[in-house]
Every structure is written in C-alpha cells, then in structure tokens.
C-alpha cells in the first residue's frame, strides 16, 4: 500500500475536508488541529480515507454516523478496518453520538490511545 499517495482519490479526500461533518469540525477545531502530536485530517492511506490520522502513533479515528450501524455499513467498515491493520495502523470508531453527548470523554480517550501507541 502506498499510504502517503493514491492520486486517484485525493480530489476526494480534498472535498472532503472542505465539507466535514458537524461532528468531525466538532473534533477537529475543538482538540485535534492544536494536539500536541499532529494530526491530518481526511487522510489518504491506500485505497481509503481516514477521518483523522496520526503517524506517530499510527493511529486512526474515524467518527460514525447511523450508517455505519446497518449491516452494509459494518461490512464495509470491518474490510476496510482489515486492510488499514494489515499495515499495522489502528483504527478506533467513535459515534458522532459520543461526540455529541461525551466530548470531554472522546478527548481522554483519544489521548489515552495515542499515548499508548507511542510507547509501542
């Protein structure tokens, strides 16, 4: 996989953020654009893009919507979470309800897991 570039999708991946969910601006502007461990947003890795990636920590957050909840939904996301952990990156799913009602707690998490894949 070339995770850096796949110049097929990036017209994509750009669009995409231009128009970000409310709940991934939410995250983006709100905690993840200032962390202390750089972040990207809406990141080409392969043949997908990831909401929000880290490198350092080889980490990637990804926030769902209802969609993600029905059966197509899942399938695609357990593909897709398959290909990204072939080239050991981890994938953590956030619902754009836990964003809502739990930001606070979304935060902890989030720097809670790239802290412990530091240390990997």
């Known amino acids: 996989m070339d995770r850096k570039h796949n110049k097929s999708i990036v017209p994509y991946a750009k669009e995409l953020r231009k128009n970000m969910t409310k709940e ?3 995250l983006w502007y709100d905690f993840l654009k200032d962390y202390p461990i750089r972040f990207s947003r ?5 043949k997908y893009i990831a909401d ?3 490198a350092k920590a080889k980490l990637i957050v990804e ?3 209802a969609q993600h909840f029905r059966e197509e ?3 695609y996301d357990a593909e897709r979470t398959a290909y990204l952990d072939a080239y050991d990156l981890t994938v953590l799913r956030i619902s754009n309800y836990d964003i ?8 902890k998490y989030i720097d809670t897991m ?3 894949f530091l240390h990997h």
């Open 24 to 26: 991934e601006n939410h």
């Open 42 to 46: 809406q990141k080409v890795l392969g």
């Open 52 to 54: 929000f990636y880290c």
């Open 63 to 65: 926030l769902d919507g």
């Open 73 to 75: 939904g899942r399938k």
């Open 100 to 107: 809502n009602r739990n930001f606070s707690g979304v935060c």
């Open 114 to 116: 790239v802290r412990k």
